[in-house]
């Protein structure tokens, strides 16, 4: 399974977005179409979004980099998915065809996915404040954010653990204490984690919204956008989740909180 991440240079280009909205996302659309015709990508997980292939979308990503200042070395695709990562989506119930994302944990190499779906599901305005939106991600390094919250979590979880468990083998209870002790103290422990990482997750998101807010015309556009996603997921993710009914316990936060803020920015 051949993954097409192809770096998406940083170039000297102005007035690169279209005046007609509708116009310009066909255009994404048709040149999306157009690629996928003129190669043999029919089974491929993603394609790449540079100057050469989809050229609009790719002006889009760039004139916001360079409003944002962004100088990270950015990774473009259009996830497409196959066979494989389908049957991965509706194990785990998340369809990366029908989101967009920023991963990475160096400048020098980020990735900036937009799921195939989005292209026809989305406005352009939509789509544009999505991508504001994940670039917001990529500005403050939030996946490596994310990752050294992990790890510093596990590592303190770890040896919070172990002293735990000295402690309950100093004193002279049964066995079957000193078991439901440490039983108890893994189960407070994995809830408080999970807790901080989904708090530091959602504020990463808050962040995101603030920050895109600041090079989109329209900030309803981004609660919409967000909005439509959530639905197309809500059958596998979104609905199906703990986490959406227990807003603690979730990554993103809700709708009508992310709206509250963005109002007063």
Do not use: W
Not at 26 to 36: A, D, F, G, T, V
Not at 82 to 105: C, I, P, Q
């Amino acid at each position: 399974m051949k993954k097409l991440f192809l770096f998406l240079a940083i170039s000297y280009f102005t007035n690169i977005v279209s005046s007609d909205n509708s116009e310009t996302l066909r255009q994404i659309q048709s040149e999306y179409q157009s690629l996928l015709t003129s190669q043999d990508l029919s089974k491929a997980e993603a394609v790449q979004v540079n100057q050469t292939y989809n050229p609009t979308l790719c002006n889009v990503i760039i004139n916001l980099m360079q409003k944002m200042e962004i100088k990270a070395n950015i990774f473009a695709v259009i996830f497409k998915g196959n066979e494989a990562t389908k049957k991965t989506s509706e194990r785990f119930g998340a369809d990366m065809r029908l989101n967009a994302f920023a991963n990475g944990l160096s400048e020098n190499a980020m990735i900036l996915s937009i799921g195939e779906e989005l292209l026809t599901k989305l406005t352009f305005e939509e789509l544009h404040a999505i991508i504001a939106h994940e670039l917001g991600h990529i500005k403050f390094m939030h996946p490596k954010k994310k990752f050294y919250n992990l790890i510093g979590t596990n590592l303190i979880d770890c040896f919070a653990g172990l002293a735990v468990g000295l402690l309950a083998n100093k004193y002279e209870v049964s066995m079957a204490k000193k078991i439901g002790l440490v039983a108890l103290y893994s189960l407070s422990a994995s809830t408080i984690s999970i807790l901080r990482l989904m708090s530091v997750s959602r504020s990463c998101e808050f962040e995101a919204d603030a920050f895109a807010a600041k090079f989109i015309p329209n900030k309803k556009d981004l609660i919409t956008g967000v909005a439509k996603i959530e639905r197309m997921c809500s059958d596998n993710y979104y609905k199906s989740s703990l986490a959406r009914l227990f807003n603690k316990f979730s990554t993103h936060p809700l709708i009508v909180d992310r709206e509250t803020k963005l109002q007063i920015i």
